[in-house]
């Protein structure tokens, strides 16, 4: 079983604006892999909804660890998971091309936040 994706790396020149739209979140919601890296941490592999670079991060989101573990099997499973999807502030820092990028950052100024279930 593979997993489509999209589109390949096209890396937008843009110039650095801190900025977020609606669109981010969801397309990140919705073009994503998860890998799971070992015990309870993940990585979240997407594509900057922005500036195109691709990119990965690690979740070190003790809430995302929760919903997952829910997902396990009963037993395993910890009291107060429950239902939890898990907000995920995200954003990029690609190590691409934008005029203007404050000094010591990264990315292309594009933040988000994407809800993971
Ligand atoms: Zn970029
Ligand atoms: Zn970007």
Same mark, same amino acid.
């Given at each position: !079983?593979?997993?489509? =994706?999209?589109?390949? $790396?096209? #890396?937008?020149?843009?110039? @650095?604006? *801190?900025?977020?739209?609606?669109? @981010? +979140? %969801?397309?990140?919601? %919705?073009? #994503?892999?998860? %890998? ?9 592999? @997407?594509?900057? $909804? &922005?500036?195109?670079?691709? %990119? ?11 919903? =997952?573990? +829910? ?9 107060? /998971?429950?239902? +939890?999807?898990?907000?995920? $502030? !995200?954003?990029?820092?690609? !190590?691409? *091309?934008?005029? /203007? &990028?404050?000094?010591? =950052?990264?990315?292309?100024?594009? @933040? ?6």
């Amino acid at each position: !079983m593979t997993t489509p =994706r999209s589109t390949p $790396p096209n #890396h937008l020149p843009l110039d @650095y604006e *801190t900025t977020t739209e609606p669109r @981010y +979140a %969801q397309e990140v919601a %919705q073009n #994503h892999d998860l %890998q799971h890296v070992k015990g309870d941490d993940y990585v979240i592999v @997407y594509t900057c $909804p &922005r500036c195109g670079a691709a %990119q990965e991060d690690p979740l070190f989101e003790p809430g995302f660890r929760a919903a =997952r573990a +829910a997902n396990a099997p009963a037993g395993a499973r910890p009291a107060a /998971a429950a239902s +939890a999807n898990v907000l995920l $502030p !995200m954003s990029c820092h690609c !190590m691409g *091309t934008h005029d /203007a &990028r404050p000094e010591g =950052r990264s990315g292309c100024g594009a @933040y988000w936040t994407v809800e993971l279930s």
